[in-house]
């Protein structure tokens, strides 16, 4: 059973940036992709970028394009999503999440409902 825990989520400035890490363990499978998601106050669990831990192809969706940035570092076992000139409406509870055996193409795509969760960090951009 995969385990993710996310860290680093902060109140932050607009236009600063910000670096989440979602460790990961328990893995079962040779290959997962593993993505990040968030979630703002009254609005639905939006997906923003996957990567597998295969090879480290990534996939971004939405919001994620520009500003945002996964990137896996595999001796730790943790994916990292770098964020950018941050805006207000980047505020919300950010997520990590894994599905096995799949591309991540077909995890943001949501093709396939993840196989674990995180328990979300909490992101602010507020002045």
């Known amino acids: 059973q995969v385990q993710l825990v996310e860290s680093g989520g902060a109140s932050v400035q607009p236009g600063g940036s910000l670096t989440l890490s979602c460790a990961a363990s328990g893995f079962v499978y040779e290959v997962y992709a593993i993505g990040w998601f968030r979630q703002a106050p009254g609005k639905e669990r939006e997906i923003l970028s996957c990567i597998s831990t295969r090879d480290g192809s990534t996939y971004n969706q939405g919001s994620a394009q520009g500003r945002f940035t996964i990137s896996i570092n595999n001796a730790k076992d943790t994916v990292y999503l770098q964020m950018n000139n941050v805006k207000p409406e980047d505020t919300a509870v950010y997520y990590c999440?894994?599905?096995?055996?799949?591309?991540?193409?077909?995890?943001?795509?949501?093709?396939?409902?993840?196989?674990?969760w995180g328990q979300g960090t909490r992101v602010t951009v507020s002045s």
């Open positions: 999440a894994a599905v096995n055996l799949v591309t991540p193409q077909a995890m943001c795509l949501r093709r396939y409902e993840p196989d674990a």
